[in-house]
């Protein structure tokens, strides 16, 4: 892992991503199925009150994506927590930290084509499993492509991934505001009680909310790739973060 990262850092890497790339990264590693599924037992524990809880826990990952924004503006190497760690605190710490990234986002990469195969079965609902298992090869040879051709054409396919992804959380949060202008007696209604569940499951929700919120450190690894990391990580980190805490609020 050590030795693959610094061949990395030393092999000339090209600065394709701009700003517009990054924030897309950030926003992309963070929205995905996890937001439907925190928001609606977020809703669970907490009722209404859960809407306070996408706040507080959208406060605590903006402190610290700003120590992730920090650190990129500090050391802007390929890596991104590898690199920080490994400055700080040595070989080891790097190692460490190198590795349990690797293996989490090897261990979290096998949902992805599982979860794009659940979904399609909505629309295809006899897929016979042998066909189920030729579309999860297909989507894993599709990101296999994308990456072998650059990093120019994986930025730009992520572009068009994030707003296919961003359209439906835009069209609810829209219809949601004007069915509450529309309807307000009726929105009122549904806002009372705000907390009919008491406080008790408020410690759950906020750490299964948070999680919805985890992944815009993945965008702090490509640093060499990257046109101006210093100034583009950070302010990619806090447009997409903030992007991400505003619509699932609404």
């Known amino acids: 892992m050590l030795e ?62 700003l120590c992730f924004a920090q650190c990129a503006a500090l050391l802007p190497k390929v890596g991104g927590p590898y690199a920080y760690a490994h400055e700080a605190w040595g070989p080891f710490a790097g190692f460490t930290v190198g590795w349990s990234l690797w293996l989490a986002e090897w261990m979290s990469l096998a949902v992805f084509p599982v979860a794009f195969t659940q979904y399609l079965m909505f629309f295809l609902p006899n897929l016979d499993p042998t066909v189920q298992i030729l579309v999860k090869a297909l989507f894993v040879l599709f990101l296999i492509i994308t990456n072998i051709a650059g990093v120019k054409a994986a930025g730009r396919t992520n572009d068009a991934l994030t707003i296919v992804k961003l359209a439906p959380l835009v069209f609810f ?6 069915y509450i ?28 909310i948070f999680w919805a919120y985890a992944g815009f450190e993945i965008s702090t690894i ?23 805490s505003l619509l699932p609020s609404h």
Do not use: C, H, Q
Not at 173 to 178: H, Q
Not at 185 to 194: E, G
């Open 181 to 208: 202008v529309l309807n307000t007696a009726t929105s009122a209604s549904n806002f009372s009680p705000f907390l009919p569940l008491g406080l008790g499951s408020f410690g759950p929700a906020l750490v299964l």
């Open 173 to 178: 949060a829209l219809a949601g505001i004007a």
């Open 222 to 244: 490509p640093a060499e790739e990257i046109r101006n990391p210093a100034k583009t990580i950070p302010k990619a980190i806090l447009i997409g973060i903030t992007i991400v």
């Open 4 to 65: 693959f990262l610094k061949r990395a850092a030393m092999s000339g890497l090209k600065s394709e991503l701009t700003l517009f790339d990054v924030t897309n990264l950030v926003v992309g590693s963070i929205i995905g199925a996890d937001i439907y599924v925190a928001s609606a037992f977020g809703a669970g524990f907490l009722g209404p009150f859960s809407l306070v809880v996408w706040v507080a826990a959208g406060i605590i990952a903006i402190i610290i994506a």
